[in-house]
């Protein structure tokens, strides 16, 4: 199974379903991915969600999330501070990190000094890429 931290922009992407990017969707809630998270993740799906979407949907995405039983809520002691561009995206990187996930899912441009970075090792990859990947193991 693979462990991975979800960005918000692709969540969003990835959850209606004539979106050619659902199966991400679709394969975390059937347990086939491990979506890796911390409360400030979290937070931040619920108010983008609620700004897109409905405070409704929000929740019910978020209650999703949590409920599955492949969701790893990963606390995180210790901050990189690897991207100095946009600072709040850190949360995904810290949350990567501690949980040894094997990819950032992102299309976030922001994300991009980390393919520089030797230590500590993240690894990005677009939604668009991962979705291939996941069809590709199906």
Known sequence: ????????????QALPTKSPYH??????LEGKVCLCVNTDILEEYEEILAQKCTPDIARNVVDA????????MQNTYVHFELLPADEDDNKFVDCAIAADAEYIVTNDKHFNPLNDILWPKVNIISLENFVKRLEIAS
């Not at 199966?23 to 975390?28: A, E, P, R, Y």
């Not at 999330?65 to 790893?72: D, K, Q, S, V």
């Open 1 to 12: 199974m693979q462990y991975i931290v979800l960005d918000t922009n692709c969540l969003l």
């Open 65 to 72: 999330i949590t409920n599955l039983t492949t969701t790893i």
């Open 23 to 28: 199966k991400l969707w679709s394969d975390l």
